[in-house]
Every structure is written in structure tokens, then in C-alpha cells.
């Protein structure tokens, strides 16, 4: 909400469920800065109004000598981390809710979760997101995140009917497109499907690159920024895009970065540095095909 709006509560005791009651918000970010010579602490706090519970805090630290830096990193930080934290609250809050009752809201966020579990929900994710574009053709994140689901479903040999999913792929990306406007979440996802699917991998990036200009802190921007630098052997590149983005979104899901990182440094035949990050990424899904792949090559190259 505009921030002229809250500027009746700076400064004085606040009930956060009050405040979102006033304001008709479901979400506080909350801060406050305290100066000790020529040092600066900045904290900050990210909590649901309805309930008070705290979704994300964190403090910042810097001198008043560069105190427009530590400002960039606060915003920075913040604006990484909340979009993360609220689609995961978000999702929580769908999967409470009675099946009767969702919306095709509802729908994406349920499928978004099972996404992100694991590799073997994802043709349970593509009933959904396709059920929730029933309901709203021109849905753009429903029709980005089902072109995800079946590239994914016939990346991963899961496909039912890869014919199929090979054809509805790209045109649900492209519809996506068409309604995308300057959403970047829909923008990447959808050149992410349509690199797989055959787009010029360069005009893609390209693509990827925009929506990092309309949200230079969108984290799976940067995820698949380096996803799509690793199809095109561009394997340093893809580890400082990667890398970002885990600086953006270290504990929220956002991709399969370790497993992409391994997979580069295996590019680069750096294959100490890859194993590690193969392992890491079979711990954290091992229903997902691709890193036991590039595990069994790492090892054939080290003659393990």
C-alpha cells in the first residue's frame, strides 16, 4: 500500500493486526534504524497481519560512510526475499483451503507446491495448472507454469503422451506470452519452455534479460538466466547467474539450481567441484533424473 498510508503509525506502539485491519492489508513489512557513532543497524520484519506471525526478519549493518550502499542492500534484499516468503505462505494458506471452495488461484498455487516437491508431482501439477486456465484462458502464470510441466514431463521420460505435451508445450508458453504484459515471472518461465521446445536460445535469453530489467531481484529470473546460459555451454556465466540468484532466495525454492551448478561445473570439467553439487541436489529430490545423469558421467570422467 502507499507508504503515504502508513505514515500515521511511524513512530508509536503498533498492534500489526490493528494495522491490517486499517489498512486492508494481509502483510507488514516493518522497520526501524538506530545509529551508534558512525555505524548503522537497520532491522526488518515481514508478518502476517492477520495472524502476527513473523514470515521473514533480518538485519543490515554498515557504516554512514556508505550509507546509500547499505540502503541499495536493504531494498535489495527485501524485495528478493518477500516474493518468496509470500508465495510460500501463499501456497500454505491454498493447501489449508476445501477443494470445493479454489479458485484457479487456488489451482496454481497447489500446483506450484507440488512443482517444487518433487519431480514426481509435476504430472499432477500440469492437471492443475491446466484446470485453472479452464477457468481463466488468458491466465498467464497457470499457462507459463504448464508449459514448465511439459517440458519437464518429457525432459525428465515422465510423459504419458509426449506427442502431446510437445504440442501443448509451446502453445501454452505462447499464450502465456501474448498476456504477459511486464510480468517477469511469466516472461521467464515461458522462454524457459520455449528454449526447450526449440526457440532461438539467444532471443530467449534476451528475453530472460528483460524480465531481469523490469525485477532486477526477481531470484528465478536469475535461475533461469543460468539454466538456459548452461544449455547454450556457457558454463561460468550460468554459475554467476545461479549464484545470484541463490544470494536472492537462499532458503526459499525457486529451481533446481544445485543440480545446475553441478551440471555447469561438469561443462567447465571441473568435476570435483560438480560432484558435490549433484549429491545436494539428489538429496533434495531424488525422484528427479537429470543429476543422477550428470553424477554417472562425473564419476565415468574421474575413473570412479
Not at 490493528?18 to 526488518?44: C, F, H, N, P
Not at 519431480?119 to 499457462?143: C, T, V
Request: with cysteine; glycine share 8%.
Amino acid at each position: 500500500i502507499a507508504r503515504s498510508s502508513t505514515f500515521t503509525f511511524k513512530g508509536r506502539p503498533i498492534d500489526v493486526k490493528q494495522v491490517g485491519r486499517d489498512l486492508g492489508v494481509r502483510y507488514v513489512l516493518e522497520g526501524s534504524g538506530r545509529k551508534a557513532g558512525d555505524r548503522v543497524r537497520i532491522t526488518g520484519q515481514l508478518i502476517d497481519a492477520a495472524t502476527g506471525a513473523h514470515l521473514w526478519a533480518d538485519r543490515f549493518d554498515g557504516s554512514l560512510e556508505d550509507v546509500f550502499d547499505l540502503q541499495d542492500k536493504v531494498a535489495s534484499s527485501v524485495a528478493g526475499v518477500i516474493e518468496p516468503a509470500l508465495q510460500a505462505v501463499e501456497t500454505a494458506r491454498s493447501a489449508n483451503r476445501a477443494t470445493a471452495d479454489l479458485t484457479a488461484y487456488d489451482l496454481y498455487l497447489r500446483a506450484y507446491a507440488m512443482f517444487l516437491s518433487s519431480a514426481r508431482q509435476i504430472p499432477e501439477a500440469l492437471h492443475l495448472m491446466e484446470q485453472a486456465i479452464a477457468r481463466d484462458p488468458r491466465y498467464g502464470p497457470a499457462l507459463a507454469w504448464a508449459a514448465i510441466c511439459c517440458f519437464r514431463l518429457l525432459l525428465d521420460g515422465r510423459s504419458n503422451d509426449p506427442a502431446a505435451d510437445r504440442l501443448k508445450g509451446p502453445d501454452f508458453a505462447r499464450r502465456a506470452l501474448e498476456v504477459a504484459g511486464d510480468d517477469p515471472a511469466v516472461l521467464a518461465n515461458a522462454a524457459l519452455a520455449l528454449a526447450y521446445f526449440g526457440e532461438d536460445i539467444g532471443a530467449m535469453m534476451a528475453l530472460v534479460d528483460r524480465a531481469l530489467v523490469l525485477n532486477p531481484n526477481f531470484a528465478r529470473g536469475w535461475h533461469i538466466g543460468g539454466l538456459l546460459r548452461v544449455w547454450s555451454g556457457q558454463p561460468d556465466p550460468a554459475i554467476r547467474h545461479l549464484d545470484a540468484a541463490l544470494r536472492l532466495s537462499p532458503r526459499a525454492r525457486i529451481g533446481t539450481s544445485a543440480n545446475l551448478i553441478g551440471t555447469a561445473h561438469f561443462l567447465a570439467r571441473r568435476f570435483d567441484q560438480a560432484v558435490p553439487n549433484l549429491l545436494l541436489a539428489i538429496q533434495d529430490d531424488p525422484g528427479f533424473p537429470s543429476p543422477h545423469r550428470c553424477l554417472a558421467a562425473c564419476y565415468a570422467h574421474m575413473g570412479r
